[in-house]
């Protein structure tokens, strides 16, 4: 089993439409959590952290079930411009190292 | 953006030569890294560095080498390309805060192609 695992998609949406990915992990001591954003031919960037508490940034929404062990990344009302590849990050207690997900790709049509 | 540089940006050698990409960074960071990003397989870490001198292998450090003599500079060596060897290296920087998070930041990619 992969240490942290996506559907690849994509997930094909139109333009004002609300869409879910999700990112599951296998390791319980996992600490930090992260979405990325990553755009064709271009690199990863920082999207949002993931808080135990859940956290909100604009139409972005970011949660984390412990118990299940997988985080969530909510997008409301989506964008052309939301089309890309959405990374997954998680991290170790005591470990300064990321584990990527292989990304979950969103194309948002008009 | 974070202020990270990486150099070449594109590269196109033949198999058994000696290749070095550069990542630089104004940020100071402690934390430097360098990984590979292939189809099928998402980002994975080649090397990593948490100090000048200081590194350390990743999941996939055969056939790649790294050295940091400064803080802002980490060099990734590929002493024989390999056909295998062809993909975007990404280097990324990172400096935990108290809160104990660990936030990469992403230089913009050096495309290798391995003839």
């Known amino acids: 089993r992969k240490e942290v695992e996506q559907d690849p998609g994509p997930f094909n949406v139109p333009e004002g439409a609300t869409v879910a990915f999700n990112c599951t992990y296998s390791n319980s001591a996992s600490q930090s959590f992260f979405w990325y954003r990553q755009d064709c031919r271009k690199e990863p960037k920082l999207l949002m952290s993931?808080?135990?508490s859940g956290n909100e940034d604009g139409r972005f929404t970011a949660q984390l079930n412990r118990a299940s062990q997988y985080i969530s990344l909510l997008i409301r009302d989506s964008k052309l411009s939301d089309s890309a590849t959405y990374l997954c990050a998680v991290s170790f207690v005591g470990f300064q190292k990321l584990v990527f997900g292989t990304g979950t790709r969103l194309l948002v049509s008009p | 953006d974070a202020g990270i540089t990486q150099s070449p940006r594109h590269k196109v050698t033949e198999t058994g030569t000696p290749v070095t990409l550069r990542c630089h960074q104004t940020e100071n960071h402690r934390y430097m890294y360098w990984y590979r990003q292939d189809p099928g397989h998402g980002l994975r870490l080649i090397h990593y560095s948490y100090g000048v001198k200081d590194t350390d292998k990743g999941e996939v450090s055969d056939g790649y080498s790294v050295s940091r003599s400064k803080t802002e500079d980490f060099l990734l060596t590929l002493e024989s390309a390999t056909s295998s060897q062809t993909s975007v290296y990404f280097c990324a920087i990172s400096e935990k805060t108290s809160g104990g998070n660990n936030e990469q930041f992403f230089g913009p990619g050096t495309r290798l192609t391995v003839l």
């Open positions: 993931v808080y135990s």
